[in-house]
């Protein structure tokens, strides 16, 4: 399970807390999803649960396991909103093995895989990928890392409709296999999941659905 206990969030360049008394968990197959108006703190509690920044109180537990950010880090796998404007290879081969010293061709085919992308040419610029593609293409980068934790920033933002259902099938089908938090300002996107969701407005979580 993975769990947030009572977590705040004040950096010191806020006057007021951006995040406070966030408990919440998520399981394999019920992915937190959490949505709420813009400035409410989802992109924040995403840099949070993922270690990017580190909360001024609270907990967070992994598998029973209290999680220091740099740990989280190591964990988490960030798909920011329209992760598709910050590729920076040259090929899909290249975007995939940024940051990696070595990148086993079979850890590659698989992940191209799962994500959908099985038969493409890995020697074409990302740039040029479908749109679907390119969002297919972002969460293989974050997937090629393992990542225990998979976290998503308005995962079906700017996509075209019938697109938006292949890349909600595809983020279903991932949360089966890992904890994922979804943030969302279109918490009804994810209503025939049926799972809860939660609403962060003025630091106030209510259960959605
Ligand atoms: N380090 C910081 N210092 C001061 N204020 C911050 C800091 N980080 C975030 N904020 C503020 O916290 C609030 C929440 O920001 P955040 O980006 O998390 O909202 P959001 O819910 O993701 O919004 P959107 O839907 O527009 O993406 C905003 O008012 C933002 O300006
Ligand atoms: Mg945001």
Same mark, same amino acid.
């Given at each position: 399970m993975l769990k947030l206990e009572d977590i705040e969030y004040h950096p010191s360049?806020? @006057?007021? $807390? *951006? /995040? +406070?008394?966030i408990s919440l968990d998520a399981n394999k197959g019920q992915p937190l999803i959490i949505s709420g108006p813009s400035g409410s703190g989802k992109t924040t509690l995403i840099e949070v649960i993922s270690g990017l920044v580190t909360q001024s109180k609270g907990t967070i537990y992994c598998d029973n396991e209290e999680l220091k950010g740099r740990q989280r880090r190591a964990i988490s796998g960030v798909v920011f909103?329209? $992760? @598709? +404007?910050?590729f920076i290879g040259m090929t899909v081969a290249h975007e995939l093995r940024l940051g990696h010293r070595r990148l086993p061709g079979e850890l590659q085919s698989e992940v191209l895989t799962r994500v959908g %992308?099985?038969? *493409? =040419? *890995?020697?074409? %610029?990302? @740039?040029? /990928?479908?749109g679907g593609q390119q969002r297919r293409l972002a969460i293989a980068v974050q997937l090629i890392r393992r990542p225990k934790i998979l976290l998503l920033d308005e $995962?079906?933002?700017? /996509? =075209?409709w019938s697109i938006r259902e292949e890349i909600l099938k595809l983020i279903k089908q991932l949360s089966r296999e890992q904890y994922m938090v979804i943030v969302t300002h279109e918490p009804e996107t994810f209503a025939s999941w049926n799972i809860r969701s939660y609403q962060l407005d003025k630091q106030i979580l209510n259960p959605a659905i």
């Amino acid at each position: 399970m993975l769990k947030l206990e009572d977590i705040e969030y004040h950096p010191s360049t806020s @006057e007021k $807390p *951006i /995040l +406070r008394g966030i408990s919440l968990d998520a399981n394999k197959g019920q992915p937190l999803i959490i949505s709420g108006p813009s400035g409410s703190g989802k992109t924040t509690l995403i840099e949070v649960i993922s270690g990017l920044v580190t909360q001024s109180k609270g907990t967070i537990y992994c598998d029973n396991e209290e999680l220091k950010g740099r740990q989280r880090r190591a964990i988490s796998g960030v798909v920011f909103q329209f $992760p @598709e +404007r910050h590729f920076i290879g040259m090929t899909v081969a290249h975007e995939l093995r940024l940051g990696h010293r070595r990148l086993p061709g079979e850890l590659q085919s698989e992940v191209l895989t799962r994500v959908g %992308l099985g038969s *493409i =040419d *890995i020697s074409e %610029l990302p @740039e040029k /990928l479908s749109g679907g593609q390119q969002r297919r293409l972002a969460i293989a980068v974050q997937l090629i890392r393992r990542p225990k934790i998979l976290l998503l920033d308005e $995962p079906t933002a700017g /996509l =075209d409709w019938s697109i938006r259902e292949e890349i909600l099938k595809l983020i279903k089908q991932l949360s089966r296999e890992q904890y994922m938090v979804i943030v969302t300002h279109e918490p009804e996107t994810f209503a025939s999941w049926n799972i809860r969701s939660y609403q962060l407005d003025k630091q106030i979580l209510n259960p959605a659905i």
